[in-house]
């Protein structure tokens, strides 16, 4: 085995780990109507107040039509609405709604608890080593 082997082994290993351990795979993230991918796509929203769809589509790596149909769903239960952009009529920028906002921080909350939850027993020391191992990957990684 080749140490390209072995690091493909051990990152899938992690993520396995991480995953579960993290709850990421549960159908319903903590216990709420939305999947990791919408919780994310409201994330990402919010955190750029308006964005237009394709962004979302090339930072997240998400198949355009699955996020149309997340995105027309949201819009229907009231989270986000569409504006047309005002440099360019022709895009239509994603923001959103004052319960949109409401939910997403809402479902911040909930995940640094779930996190805080998961490193409370940690040591200080520990808390440090486990941030400087996740900047390391993020760094290696990131590649930006």
């Known amino acids: 085995m080749n140490i390209y082997d072995i690091a ?7 993520n396995r780990f991480y995953t579960v351990t993290m709850g ?21 929203i919010h955190l750029r ?8 589509v090339k930072d997240l790596h998400i198949d355009k039509s ?19 952009s005002d440099r360019d009529k022709r ?16 479902l911040i909350e909930l ?9 409370s027993k940690l040591s200080s020391e520990q808390c440090t080593d486990l941030c400087s191992a996740m900047n390391t990957m993020i760094s290696i990684l990131g590649g930006e």
Do not use: M
Not at 95 to 104: A, D, I, S
């Open 8 to 14: 493909t082994n051990e990152i899938r290993h992690f």
């Open 24 to 44: 990421l795979l549960d159908s319903s993230y903590f216990d709420t109507e939305y999947s990791l991918a919408e919780i994310r796509i409201l994330f990402e």
């Open 49 to 56: 107040k308006i964005c237009i769809q394709n962004d979302i």
């Open 66 to 84: 699955y996020l149309s149909r997340i995105i027309k769903n949201f819009c229907k239960n009231g989270l986000i609405e569409k504006q047309k």
């Open 91 to 106: 895009k239509i920028c994603l923001v959103l709604t004052e319960k949109g906002n409401q939910e997403t921080e809402r």
């Open 111 to 119: 995940t640094n608890l779930q996190i805080k939850t998961k490193i």
